[in-house]
């Protein structure tokens, strides 16, 4: 027991912890990635607290000596591990005790709780990892907007990549492949705005709040913060130490995303399906079969849409480890390590990865051009009444029962002849027969927000500036 950092009042002790509780009660294995972080703020509380005067100038540069060899160790990967090593702030201080001696070693902590030392470090990192986290998002929502841009006319077409837009998954009305592209955007937009807003809540320092009271030397914590680059401060020392909002924000907010990518996966799933044939999916992204020969699987989007189930299992799990927990610090928040050090890790492979697909993706116009269907423009055949002055209501029954005559029939709505349709009602004219155009029906969806070229390109403006 007395080679344990909190060892001094254990008396009963013989042969020490339970080696299974040894490793169930440690965090070593995980939280040593955050060697840095934890010397960091190490680095920046022995400062502070040689500006209270609790520890000398001299001895403050030797700390910070000894923290930085401990750091060139985990950098070469040269330090070792030792068995009473329970987590990153022990192994770390246990360290600096053998290089600088224990006489100076021994002041670091005067004041400090690794309750405040565990945030510290989580947050430091988050902050980081959410910085490149939002540069891959950003880097994925600039090839939506590319793409979207370049396909709305793209050169080698007398027409637009006109697709049929679904509800139910039942053939509704043509819209641009565009409008479907940067429907995500504006998914992924919203999460790219939520995550600027969480990553103000994860970068503010808990440093110099002690174990739960706050810190008894008049520690200046806004130097700390200052020093480590934090907006701000958890200013509540009990409120510091037993919050983990800051990652359960972060998984919150990493199943919304995954949410939205596993849906768009599954559309280019279902999109590329032989029976839809409107994209192909890059070899770089597909994997085969190891019996049938000819399969090609989209497995890139599989995984993206199966990943999703993951994040939000972290995001669940965390919530419950929290929910009936008593105030401050309780060694169930250890908890919090692995769902955030996972949940990085997958959505920052999943984001590149959807950029990937995205970027390399086949669409075939042909292919949706021939999935239209002139039902698709019953609803352009009730607006044209409506522009003759009937009323609505009445024009969807009529476009309704043009519906029924063309099934009825066994002919496509856009070849009844113009005595069936004026059998129907008299008010159809000759130039009921521009209705049956889908050029023309998304054109005319030009309201703001709408499938027409030029509102396409305005939202795709609109897209581009938010990630200017
Ligand atoms: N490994 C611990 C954790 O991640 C560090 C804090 C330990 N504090 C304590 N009083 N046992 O939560």
Redesign the pocket.
């Known amino acids: 027991a007395e080679n344990m950092l909190w060892g001094g009042r254990f008396t009963e002790w013989t042969g020490g912890l339970d080696p299974l509780m040894h490793k169930y009660n440690a965090?070593i294995l995980y939280?040593k990635l955050l060697y840095k972080e934890d010397i960091l703020g190490s680095i920046a509380y022995a400062r502070a607290n040689a500006k209270s005067g609790i520890i000398s100038n001299t001895e403050f540069t030797e700390i910070e000596r000894g923290l930085q060899e401990v750091q060139k160790e985990w950098e070469a990967d040269t330090f070792v591990i030792m068995p009473n090593d329970?987590?990153i702030?022990t192994a770390n201080e246990r360290r600096l005790g053998e290089i600088i001696g224990k006489d100076i070693a021994g002041k670091l902590h005067t004041g400090r709780?690794?309750?405040e030392q565990?945030v510290c470090d989580m947050r430091l990192w988050l902050r980081n990892q959410i910085q490149e986290i939002e540069s891959h998002l950003v880097a994925f929502m600039k090839v939506i907007a590319a793409r979207a841009e370049a396909e709305v006319n793209p050169p080698d077409l007398d027409s637009g990549v006109i697709m049929p837009g679904y509800t139910h998954l039942q053939r509704a009305m043509p819209v641009l492949w565009s409008q479907h592209l940067l429907s995500y955007g504006f998914y992924f937009a919203n999460d790219l705005e939520r995550l600027r807003e969480t990553s103000k809540r994860v970068n503010r320092s808990p440093l110099g709040c002690g174990a739960l009271a706050g810190n008894g030397f008049d520690i200046d914590r806004d130097m700390m913060a200052e020093e480590l680059g934090f907006t701000g401060l958890v200013l509540n020392s009990m409120n510091a130490v037993g919050d983990r909002d800051f990652v359960t924000e972060f998984l919150q907010w990493g199943s919304m995303l995954m949410q939205h990518i596993s849906r768009w996966a599954e559309d280019l799933i279902l999109y590329s399906s032989t029976e839809f044939s409107f994209i192909s999916v890059a070899d770089a992204y597909s994997t085969g079969s190891s019996l049938m020969p000819h399969k090609k699987n989209p497995d890139g989007l599989e995984c993206l849409r199966g990943k999703a189930g993951r994040t939000f299992g972290h995001m669940a799990g965390l919530m419950m480890t929290q929910k009936g927990l008593p105030s401050t610090?309780q060694?169930d928040?250890?908890e919090s390590?692995e769902p955030m050090l996972d949940h990085v890790k997958t959505i920052s492979d999943s984001l590149q990865i959807a950029n990937g697909i995205l970027a390399t993706l086949t669409i075939k116009p042909e292919r949706m051009k021939a999935a239209l269907d002139p039902f698709m423009l019953a609803t352009d055949l009730a607006d044209y009444l409506v522009r003759k002055g009937v009323p609505f209501r009445e024009t969807h029954h009529i476009s309704g029962r043009c519906v029924a005559k063309s099934e009825e029939l066994g002919i496509p709505m856009n070849e009844l002849s113009l005595e069936q349709l004026q059998a129907i009602d008299s008010r159809f004219g000759e130039d009921v027969s521009d209705t049956f155009d889908y050029e023309r029906s998304v054109e005319m969806r030009s309201a703001k927000g709408g499938t027409s070229r030029a509102r396409v390109l305005e939202q795709v403006k609109i897209l581009k500036d938010m990630l200017a």
């Open positions: 965090s939280d329970e987590d702030h709780s690794r309750n565990v610090y060694k928040l250890q390590w």
